[in-house]
């Protein structure tokens, strides 16, 4: 007399699964991490003006008087503001075609000298100082003589530091497409825009 044992479907097809499983990881290549981009450190930036002017008098005197800074995207220069009167102007790079440079009245609410990189570009951003709650900053870049940014607001290298010196946390900032100086107490001479060709 024969007797006949059935190995159940469920016991087969499990085994086979894990031998075919074995066979696949063993085959299989092994996964490689991605390595992160390092961010890019620059130790020379491009101002194509440097024609900055910089009142170190008013500068010295500036300790309690109201500031604010204005972004002129039409001009392509910022101004540091003390007391009614013009302490910097400088030549800036603001958002290229494509890319935006938004408009309106901003605090600082965040600044870093160094370490801070971009997390979308991977670069430092020296001089870092954060308009409101945006993504948008004013920081030290290529000044090229035109709109060139990803929306960020570029200062000159030279400048910048002076400029983070003397605005604090809360400073106003107004980012605005033509600024009429004609509030300042005394007469100012905004410098006029070099000719760019818009990219």
């Not at 020379?44 to 900055?52: I, K, L, N």
Request: hydrophobic share 40%; aromatic share 8%.
């Amino acid at each position: 007399m024969a007797i006949f044992v059935t190995i159940g479907p469920t016991a087969e097809a499990g085994l086979f699964d894990k031998l075919k499983a074995k066979k696949k990881a063993k085959n299989a290549p092994a996964e490689v991490e991605k390595p992160k981009p390092r961010p890019v450190h620059r130790s020379h930036y491009r101002d194509a003006h440097g024609d900055a002017y910089i009142n170190e008098a008013l500068l010295k005197s500036a300790d309690g008087k109201r500031r604010k800074v204005i972004v002129d995207i039409g001009r392509q220069r910022a101004f540091l503001v003390i007391d009614d009167l013009v302490a910097i102007d400088t030549a800036i790079s603001s958002a290229r075609r494509g890319k935006h440079t938004p408009r309106g009245s901003y605090q600082i609410t965040e600044k870093v000298a160094s370490g801070k990189v971009s997390t979308l570009y991977h670069v430092f951003m020296p001089y870092w100082m954060r308009l409101g709650h945006t993504t948008v900053g004013m920081h030290v870049g290529d000044v090229p003589g035109y709109p060139a940014s990803a929306g960020c607001i570029r200062l000159p290298q030279q400048v910048a530091p002076i400029l983070f010196e003397h605005v604090t946390h809360g400073t106003r900032v107004e980012v605005v497409d033509s600024w009429d100086e004609s509030d300042l107490r005394l007469p100012y001479t905004v410098r006029k825009p070099v000719a760019y060709v818009d990219t």
